[in-house]
């Protein structure tokens, strides 16, 4: 639903821009058809990161207690954001990779269907 102001010259300031998270940015992993985990897992990271440190650093603290994690086949993991499907580069940065702070990263890893096909 939308708002309106109560006087027409009112203006907010948002507390969640890029420049208020000291050289980090927000973005969100969802692992698609793993409901053990209920929603996208909002998180700081380096926008220069490379993608690699993503899949060896960032997703192993997220998702490693998931009994299917150990299973990924990561050459076969299928990615997407709101700009629709990619195949990310492990050199490249997440900024050269075109993610934006606080857009949605999904993956889906085929024949992984969550905890006992649950998904």
């Not at 006087?7 to 000291?22: A, L, N, S, V």
């Not at 990310?88 to 269907?113: V, Y």
Request: hydrophobic share 30%.
């Amino acid at each position: 639903m939308p708002t309106k102001a109560m006087t027409p010259d009112y203006h907010g300031d948002f507390q969640d821009t890029q420049d208020k998270y000291h050289g980090q940015q927000l973005i969100s992993v969802c692992w698609e058809k793993h409901t053990m985990f209920g929603w996208p897992m909002c998180l700081p990271v380096p926008p220069d990161m490379p993608f690699a440190g993503l899949l060896q650093n960032v997703l192993p603290m997220i998702y490693s207690d998931h009994p299917d994690f150990a299973k990924i086949e990561w050459d076969k993991v299928q990615w997407s954001t709101s700009a629709g499907p990619f195949t990310p580069d492990p050199a490249k940065s997440i900024k050269e990779h075109g993610i934006r702070h606080k857009q949605q990263i999904r993956f889906r890893t085929p024949g992984l269907d969550g905890y006992n096909g649950a998904g």
